[in-house]
């Protein structure tokens, strides 16, 4: 290989797509010899990538060349945004870690490949859809880190010296980068240890593992019913309790995704079953028991407080949910809740901290009445102190004097509230901070239905981005329903979807639990029978309900979140 050229840039405003964008994109080639300085070529700026030093191959430019046009190779080095153009470079031979030596004295150590972005598409003409093309071509270049300084100059050697041919090549990394190549979290975690990393690479890789360890825990999960044991029942308030329940039969636990339920089956002092979702409160990587927080209103509720102590044994179904973090992101996450609603945040918070250092800032927001209703407060200021990146904000809609001695804010939390409070919010990339706009974080939402639809419909209207805002309803329990029998099988039937399975009543799953079971994506949100979203026509048969629906679902219609078989034979037109 060879030092063909030396090219350096200094970030400057362009225009790209009608927004002005601060880039040192456009590159100029360096007459005569130049020093490489551990922060790279002497003169060179970069407006947000970290990497040091970008090279690329001088066979790249006959490539593009010839699929895009000459307007490319009459353009001269730096085109695409290199700092050295070298002859003979190959990304399907270096691996992260090899060393090179260019001239006499400057060694550069492999860190990454290039990650495109839409700055490559302005720059070669082309419609952003050309950057996954750039991507998958494997012809995107390397980053290098600066290893030992010195002088180089175009016509320099440029040789391996060492080789770390146990790492992935740079070809191979983009591809684990871009997704195109499975590749397990165990791999992903040695990936992410390696010291001389791009940190753009480690960005992407980051988002990868941990969407990778959130999917379901298939090794270690169970179906139907499994025996659990109160390891403890703690007073949070006067009213809400947490539950810490065990795995009776002491095997492993599955990974959950912070956020998701879990559903108990108990037996109140009389007898009665009672079958309820609730959210995990916690979170651990690898969870040895499960925790949940309920507050005491009516039914389910109120018999769990009152026949479930310490000692007690309760049935569980898996975790399930879809209301969970998404811990793919790089962006602040920002937890809103109101009430007993803080339950799946709390699992939230715990989760986004368990990245680690340099994670994105976490905001957590909670409404009560006041301190008297404040559930897991202490457990939360407890989490705030141990971590920088955190603050929770908590406000008192009706606070007592006696309230005036913990930090709150009076009133309700409104929408021009929450925003004012997160503009601040900025991420860390590579020591430099970037202001996020509030539209573009993550918000999570949990609590009753009026707080929810009214915080929502004025976030929207004032510009959220309905893709960022995500919502978990807290819904009263439902009343009782008397005078219906069960059967001990069925045949359920989802027509649209051509899939047929057995219920049994030993099992008791609803018929929204019936058709996850098989994969099938069906609409629900409350899981309550409060808002209808899961309502489904009836082709032929009837259902039951333990719990009297409090939405009131049409003729010859079906809530499935609650719903279970009441004849033989049940088809939906799902």
């Known amino acids: 290989m060879h030092l063909v050229a030396v090219c350096t840039g200094k970030t400057r405003a362009v225009e790209i797509q009608g927004s002005t964008v601060q880039t040192a994109y456009l590159k100029a080639q360096v007459r005569g010899p130049c020093r490489i300085g551990l922060a790279g070529p002497e003169g060179n700026e970069t407006a947000v990538h ?40 190959d990304e399907q031979a270096l691996h992260v870690g090899d060393v090179l ?53 175009a016509g320099d050697t440029v040789e391996v010296i060492h080789r770390e041919s146990a790492n992935p090549t740079v070809a191979t990394l983009g591809a684990v980068a871009r997704g195109a190549v499975e590749i397990t979290t165990a791999a992903l975690a040695r990936l992410l240890a390696l010291p001389c990393l791009s940190k ?148 939230m918070a715990r989760a986004h901290l368990d990245r680690g250092p340099g994670t994105a800032p976490l905001r957590l927001f909670h409404c009560v009445r006041n301190g008297a209703a404040h559930p897991l407060r202490t ?47 900025q991420i860390e990339f590579a020591g430099k901070m970037i202001p996020v706009p509030w539209y573009e974080i993550d918000m999570y939402l949990c609590g009753p239905t009026p707080f929810l639809e009214q915080m929502h419909a004025d976030l929207i209207q004032r510009g959220a981005r309905p893709e960022r805002l995500k919502m978990e309803y807290f819904m009263p329990h439902a009343r009782p329903q008397r005078g219906q029998s069960g059967i001990p099988q069925a045949t359920v039937r989802f027509a649209r979807s051509g899939t047929q399975t057995s219920w049994r009543q030993s099992e008791n799953s609803t018929l929204l639990q019936l058709g996850g079971a098989l994969g099938l994506d069906l609409p629900f949100s409350c899981r309550s029978g409060y808002c209808g979203s899961c309502q489904c026509r009836i082709v032929e048969g009837e259902v039951r309900y333990e719990y009297a629906p409090l939405y009131d679902a049409p003729p010859a219609h079906a809530l499935l979140c609650c719903a279970r078989p009441a004849s033989p034979v049940l088809i939906l037109d799902a």
């Open 50 to 89: 970290p990497d040091t030093v970008y090279a690329i191959a001088l066979e790249h430019y006959d490539y593009w060349t010839q699929r895009l046009g000459s307007h490319i190779s009459q353009s001269g080095y730096g085109y695409f945004a290199e700092n050295l153009t070298i002859a003979g470079l």
């Open 101 to 153: 030596l260019i001239g006499s004295t400057v060694r550069l150590i492999v860190t990454g490949p290039r990650i495109p972005c839409f700055k490559v598409a302005w720059r070669m003409q082309q419609p952003q859809a050309f950057v996954r093309d750039f991507a998958e071509s494997g012809r995107t270049g390397v980053y290098f880190a600066v290893l030992q300084p010195g002088m180089i100059e």
């Open 200 to 347: 753009t690479a480690a960005l992407l890789l980051g988002g990868i593992y941990y969407r990778l360890l959130d999917q379901p825990d298939h090794t270690r999960h169970w179906d139907g019913w499994r025996d659990f044991v109160v390891l403890d029942v703690k007073d949070e308030t006067d009213t809400v309790k947490s539950f810490e329940l065990a795995p009776a039969d002491a095997k492993p636990l599955p990974r959950f995704a912070a956020g998701q339920y879990v559903t108990l089956q108990f037996a109140d002092r009389t007898g009665q079953e009672f079958v309820r979702p609730w959210s995990l409160s916690s979170y651990s990587r690898e969870p040895e028991s499960f925790r949940i927080t309920v507050k005491r209103e009516q039914h389910a509720s109120a018999a769990l407080h009152a026949a479930i102590h310490k000692g007690a044994t309760v049935k569980l179904r898996p975790p399930n949910g879809q209301f969970k973090l998404d811990r793919s992101r790089v962006m602040p996450v920002v937890l809103v809740a109101a009430g007993i609603g803080v339950t799946p945040l709390l699992s």
């Open 379 to 425: 457990e939360i200021a407890e989490l705030q102190s141990s971590h920088t990146g955190f603050k929770a904000r908590f406000y008192y809609s009706q606070p007592r004097p006696e309230d005036a001695q913990t930090p709150h804010e009076a009133g309700r939390l409104t929408a021009e509230r929450l925003i004012a409070a997160v503009a601040d919010l």
